[in-house]
Structures are given as structure tokens and as C-alpha cells.
């Protein structure tokens, strides 16, 4: 099956700075998702990006398909923005381990 | 309804006991699947329906786990003979046509524990 790997694991910022999390793919996906998974287990949607580029405020993210891999860019970071950012994609939907932010006043 | 929902919340289970978690996927939807999230990890494919026909089952762990989707819409996922590997959370999404092409939408899951 596809192997999903994100990266940082880990991320601690400063409110206020920037952060870029990374996605890789074992292999090609069409159905690429970006979800923020909340203090109460809550996955949200913040981006269905099988390609492209997506704003949504001070979230953006870029999928570039033909090399596997996909960035979500978080700007400006607020203490809401918090908790764990996971990918997914695939016939099966194959999460990654996440990321787990933590932004700090 | 405006999302998908699913019950109980969180249920305890004693060991050996069988449960059966609900989930009502968004009005319309198509694909719904199912998924097992451990503690600290990603959530976990289980099995997926496309209308009422169950088109893969092939991450569902044990025979003790059983999915069903009967008229289509809302779907069933039953535990038999609990273990205490079995606690995690569970979680229903839907996608609006088939699986390969569209977003999902996830549900607040179910929280399952077994003592």
C-alpha cells in the first residue's frame, strides 16, 4: 500500500511565525487531503488538493503530484491553531503520522 | 443533516461484550467509510461502502468486526467479543461519489474503551 510520511513530527512556534509541513507519497494519489485534527479528536477539512495551489486566509497548501509530495503553509500562527495536522490519500486513505503543532502565546 | 454524526460518543465496553457504533453520513453521500484511530497515531482504514455494498474490508483487523450499510445511508460498524486492543477511537466519513476522486468528511467519532 502507499506509505505516507509527514514532516516535522513535531513543530513548537512562537504565535505570530510562519511554518511549512511537508507530506510525501509513495506513489501517485488523486484525492489528497489536508485535515486539522482538534483537542477534541474533531478531523476538519482544511484542504482538498490533489494538485495546485489553494488559499484559504493564512493557510495555503501546494501539491505537486508529479513528485509525490504536498506543503501546507501555516502564516502568522495563533494559539488556536494548535493541535495535529495530518495528510491522507489513496484508495484506502492512507494517513500520516501527523504533524503536532503546538503554538505558544 | 449539515454533517456527519455518529453515536454513542463514547461507550464502555467489559471485555467480551459486543458493541455496535452508528454513524449517519452527510444526506446524499455516496462513499462512506470507516476508521480506527490508537492514541497518538493517524486514523487507520478499515472498510469502505459504496452506496450498500461493502467494496473493501480489507483493513478490518479480526472477524470479530463487522460493517453494514443495508438501505445505503446510515451504516453499523459491530465489535464482537470486545478486547482491550479494541480501544480507540472510531471514526465515519462520506464523500459525496467514489472513493479515488473525492473529499472526504469526517464525523466526531466514537470513543471506545474496553476494560
Known amino acids: 500500500g502507499i506509505q505516507v510520511e509527514q514532516s516535522p513530527p513535531d513543530l513548537i512556534l512562537q504565535e505570530g511565525a510562519n511554518s511549512t509541513l511537508r507530506c510525501n507519497f509513495s506513489d501517485s494519489v488523486n484525492n489528497l487531503q489536508w485535515f486539522h485534527q482538534n483537542p477534541w479528536g474533531q478531523l476538519i477539512n482544511l484542504f482538498y488538493i490533489p494538485s495546485g495551489t489553494k488559499q484559504n486566509g493564512r493557510l495555503s497548501a501546494t501539491t505537486v503530484a508529479t513528485e509525490r509530495y504536498s506543503l501546507l503553509y501555516i502564516s502568522s500562527s495563533q494559539t488556536t491553531d494548535s493541535g495535529v495536522y495530518f495528510c491522507?490519500?489513496?484508495?484506502?486513505?492512507?494517513f500520516g503520522a501527523g504533524t503536532r503543532l503546538t503554538v505558544k502565546p | 443533516g449539515a454533517g456527519v454524526s455518529q453515536s454513542p460518543r463514547y461507550k464502555v465496553a467489559k471485555r467480551g461484550q459486543d458493541v455496535a457504533l452508528r454513524c449517519d453520513p452527510i444526506s446524499g453521500h455516496v462513499s462512506l467509510f470507516w476508521y480506527q484511530q490508537a492514541l497518538g497515531q493517524g486514523p487507520e482504514f478499515l472498510t469502505y461502502f459504496q452506496n450498500e455494498a461493502q467494496l473493501d474490508k480489507s483493513g478490518l483487523p479480526s472477524d470479530r468486526f463487522f460493517a453494514e450499510r443495508p438501505e445505503g445511508s446510515v451504516s453499523t460498524l459491530k465489535i464482537q467479543r470486545t478486547q482491550q486492543e479494541d480501544s480507540a477511537v472510531y471514526l465515519c466519513?462520506?464523500?459525496?461519489?467514489?472513493?479515488?476522486?473525492?473529499?472526504?468528511?469526517f464525523g466526531p467519532g466514537t470513543r471506545l474503551t474496553v476494560l
Open positions: 466519513a462520506s464523500s459525496l461519489a467514489s472513493r479515488a476522486y473525492n473529499e472526504q468528511f
Open positions: 491522507a490519500g489513496g484508495n484506502d486513505m492512507r
